[in-house]
């Protein structure tokens, strides 16, 4: 696989927080955290833990936008193989090793360092400047890492940007498949419109992405014709999930260790449950037993909002269009259901969103799971 010059300048500049610069190569810095932009008018979008399945997608997007991004890359997570240096290496940008077993490739020491799940103290701080590197967080959250649902992050990003702030730092997640593949590029296209310029966390802070570049370092690892086995792909839990492991871990933690809550929790049907994971949980508790009540709120109150004579009028609908052999689909019925309800009068505000959700519990009220042949979809 080649990659376009340009995606590889995003992830060659952007691949910041992976190595561990020693203080022979690095010099002593003073002790600082970054949690905001200092350069006007930009946006460093972030993206923690991986390289993941969809790294490349994300990259991909990124050079569609003219866009720069920042990978805080996680070595457990890490997929790399020969084809991807063998792309950056012909493309002319050579990247440090984020990998164990990493193929030989030039080492990059880098300037700026993102401590998992933002968690940090003094002695963090004090490790990172004597390696010459600067604790880097954020001051905007997708909130896709606690469980936001991808029209949620995406509300998120649309906040932020209608208040348009001098600069902002943000923090996604590309292992949760919703954010790279919904999320991002909306944030990319708003981004734009707000006439933002999408820098790496560097630029956006006016530095330099690496103390030094080195020559190839030895393969530590022998070479196979076979690329690095893919993690599995994630699990995206629901807030009542999450809520079923905070709760193990509650009736657990006086007598089981998190590592050993693993095994247990994987046999419930968490099969990619890790310890960062239920960290992460513990910490973000009160937020996800907060986002799980109001979505059962939602629920209930989508739940009684019921236009029976709209559904009447469709059911009708339907069943002339299968008697004259018309397959409707299901965009068809959400734009009937809208005429109806102008050719009925309902008023603005009684009126419901005709959502994809709204669609499915339709069909099965109404007993339309059909297939092309005569029915709906």
Known sequence: MRFSTSQIATLASALLGVAQASSALGSRTTPSVVTKCTEPNTVAITFDDGPYNWTMELVDLLDKYDAKGTFFVNGNNCICDGRITHGWKTAGTFIGPVCFGNPSSDQHWVENHSPPYGEYNDEVVEKAANNGQTVVIWDFDSEDSIGATAEQSKNHYDNILNQHPGHILTLNHETIQTTPQNVIPHALKKIKEKGYKMVTVAQCLGKESYQTVT????????????????????????????????????????????????????????????????????????????????????????????????????????????QSGIWVSGDAIVQRARVICDEQGVPEDERIGFSRGWLDSFKKRNGLNLGRQGGAR
């Open 215 to 322: 020559e190839p370092s030895t393969r530590d690892a022998p070479s196979t014709s076979q690329p690095r086995t893919r993690q599995p792909i994630r699990q995206n839990l629901t807030y009542q999930q999450k809520i079923q492991v905070l709760d193990f871990y509650h009736e657990n933690k006086h007598r089981l260790s998190m590592e050993s809550m693993i095994p247990p929790l994987r046999a419930m049907g968490f099969t990619t449950i890790c310890q960062s994971t239920i960290s992460r949980f513990v910490k973000n508790e009160a937020k996800i037993r907060q986002c799980a009540e109001e979505q059962r709120g939602h629920v209930k109150r989508a739940s009684v909002v019921v236009l029976p004579e709209v559904e009447e009028a469709l059911v009708r609908w339907i069943e002339e269009q299968q």
